[in-house]
Every structure is written in structure tokens, then in C-alpha cells.
């Protein structure tokens, strides 16, 4: 199973950027997927989850501006940057957790992360 995220780049402050990041291999079913972020000499931190029937949850400093979303058909979860401040830039890393078959418990994964820049 893989994770592969895309979308990050350079953004001016007030700005927006999309993130997607789609699951790949085998994969029974997705339980919670999410965002997570860290900045440098910083800890990672949760930036947002949704669970397979798209209950949403989102970390303070991203309330009102950043929306998680996910397609299930495509095993891909979408993150909407809205209002982007300074203190957005980090990389950016998506996480799932998967089932490869029915009866197995679900294994937690992690994309390769992507860069969010935001600065004039």
C-alpha cells in the first residue's frame, strides 16, 4: 500500500492551494484518513481527519480556512487551503488507516509529504 501526496507549492499569504493524496496497492477498505504538518524545528502536528463517513475534524489554528474532504471510489483524501497565513508553511503528510483484507485490523500509513510554502 501506498500513499502519494500532490499539490503543494509556493503560495502568496491570503492565498489557496489544493493537497490530494491517493492510496494505492491493496486495499480492502480505508477507515480515517487525514492531514498532518510540520514546520521546521517543529514537531508534526494534525492539520485535519475524516473518517470513512466523512466526519471531519480540525485542528484550531486551521478552523474556518482548511476543509478535508475524501472520495472513497478513488481512495483519495483532499485538503482546501483557504486564507493561507505565513505559519501554514511546512510539509504537509497524509495518513490513512487501512485494511488489506477483510479480517486483518487496520495498518497506519503515511504519504512521502509535500511542500507548503507561504510567503510573499
Known amino acids: 500500500v501506498q500513499l502519494q501526496a500532490s499539490g503543494g507549492g509556493l503560495v502568496q499569504p491570503g492565498g489557496s492551494l489544493g493537497l490530494s493524496c491517493a492510496a494505492s496497492g491493496r486495499i480492502f477498505s480505508i477507515n480515517d484518513m487525514g492531514w498532518f504538518r510540520q514546520a521546521p524545528g517543529k514537531q508534526r502536528e494534525l492539520v485535519a481527519t475524516?473518517?470513512?463517513?466523512?466526519?471531519?475534524n480540525y485542528a484550531d489554528s486551521v478552523k474556518g480556512r482548511f476543509t478535508i474532504s475524501r472520495d472513497n471510489a478513488r481512495s483519495t483524501v483532499y485538503l482546501q487551503m483557504n486564507s493561507l497565513k505565513p505559519e501554514d508553511t511546512a510539509v504537509y503528510y497524509c495518513?490513512?488507516?487501512?485494511?488489506?483484507?477483510?479480517?486483518?485490523?487496520?495498518?497506519?500509513?503515511w504519504g512521502q509529504g509535500t511542500q507548503v510554502t507561504v510567503s510573499s
Open positions: 475524516i473518517t470513512n463517513v466523512g466526519s471531519t
Open positions: 495518513n490513512a488507516d487501512i485494511k488489506w483484507r477483510a479480517y486483518s485490523g487496520p495498518e497506519n500509513y
